[in-house]
């Protein structure tokens, strides 16, 4: 299993930035992508971004393209998001994962490809 630690999260007003970090630890070399998801209240998780462990492909949701950036770094086993030009309905808690190829070598947002989930930070974008 891969354990997962997110942080970062805050209140910030509209049009600001945000960076979100998750520290992965445990099994890490047995995920093969690594994503952000997010859920607001009563509305479903969904995917927001994500991208292939040591490689260089990303796929995020259209929402965000253009917005936030996923990256790595490998040596520190952490994951982030810049999240730039927030929108009051970026408010979500916002999770980080560990899962599985959707085909080989592809990953994408999907919460059925990722099997181990951190316990999420909090994002609050007021307008």
């Known amino acids: 299993q891969v354990q997962l630690v997110e942080s970062g999260g805050g209140s910030v007003q509209a049009g600001g930035s945000l960076r979100l970090s998750c520290a992965a630890s445990g099994k890490t070399y047995s995920a093969y992508c690594m994503g952000w998801f997010r859920q607001a209240p009563g509305k479903e998780r969904e995917g927001v971004a994500s991208l292939r462990v040591g490689g260089q492909i990303t796929y995020y949701a259209d929402s965000v393209k253009g917005r936030f950036t996923i990256s790595q770094d490998n040596a520190k086993n952490t994951l982030y998001l810049q999240m730039n030009s927030l929108k009051p309905e970026d408010t979500a808690m916002y999770y980080c994962?560990?899962?599985?190829?959707?085909?080989?070598?592809?990953?994408?947002?999907?919460?059925?490809?990722?099997?181990?989930w951190g316990q999420g930070t909090q994002v609050t974008v007021s307008s």
């Open positions: 994962a560990a899962g599985r190829f959707r085909v080989w070598g592809v990953c994408s947002t999907d919460t059925g490809d990722f099997y181990s």
